[in-house]
């Protein structure tokens, strides 16, 4: 498997507090053109799967911290640990991009050898307000990753799911031409008591420009 790792180390918001997470729904606020199936077909993936398993006697499949679809081909969570392994070889994965700035756990590291999947690596370090940089340019590469289809099926993660993954995730939102509103929105919605106007302010001004010239073609960036 190759890994590509991104070298540079970078500061922007993210949380280190210990708490109890509870995994949200997708967003409900969207566009006209949003296709539901984006929303509801892992939900039904992970239950048929779960049913399966139990059936069969073996443990349920366990997604990580707040995981999510995004979109076709597009996942996001926190940061997968050993528990998650059988959940996430049900996504048939290609590609995974982290957030985080650590090197990626050994243990992660064969998991993604062992099943072909190639990492993508943009070091952010997790800080809390008022010491906030959010790196637009860093920002752009991930997107850059996420944009291009040949990584998909993929999965964004950060520490857990809320702050740099919601950056990447609500830019993203921009290029689909989704309204502030529900971009943040479904912001919140992962980033709960800890949403961040630095990061919702970072969306808003985030430049889009460069992007548009690569032609996204996932289902729900596809002109209606």
């Not at 890994?3 to 500061?11: A, I, N, Q």
């Not at 997470?21 to 939900?43: D, F, H, I, N, T």
């Not at 048929?48 to 443990?59: C, D, F, H, K």
């Not at 989704?178 to 992962?190: A, G, H, N, T, V």
Request: aromatic share 8%; net charge neutral; glycine share 6%.
């Amino acid at each position: 498997m190759k890994l590509e790792m991104g070298k540079r180390t970078v500061t922007a918001a993210e949380e280190d507090e210990t708490e109890e997470v509870v995994v949200p729904a997708a967003a409900e606020s969207r566009p006209c053109s949003y296709s539901l199936s984006c929303k509801v077909g892992v939900a039904a993936a992970a239950a048929a799967a779960a049913a399966a398993a139990r059936e069969g006697g073996e443990e349920p499949f366990v997604p990580p911290l707040n995981f999510a679809m995004v979109d076709h081909g597009v996942f996001r969570s926190g940061f997968p640990d050993t528990a998650n392994f059988s959940f996430l070889e049900t996504l048939k994965l290609r590609s995974i991009l982290c957030l985080c700035p650590e090197p990626y756990p050994e243990a992660n590291t064969e998991f993604l050898r062992s099943h072909g999947i190639k990492l993508f690596q943009f070091g952010i370090d997790g800080c809390k307000e008022p010491f906030v940089n959010i790196p637009e340019d860093t920002i752009r590469e991930a997107l850059k990753v996420v944009l291009d289809v040949r990584n998909h099926p993929l999965l964004i993660h950060c520490k857990r799911g809320k702050h740099r993954t919601g950056c990447v995730v609500g830019c993203l939102r921009k290029l689909q031409r989704w309204c502030l509103s529900s971009i943040f929105d479904e912001y919140q919605r992962f980033a709960a008591a800890k949403a961040r106007v630095s990061d919702q302010r970072f969306m808003e001004l985030f430049d889009i420009s460069s992007l548009k010239h690569l032609s996204p073609s996932f289902s729900c960036l596809k002109s209606s």
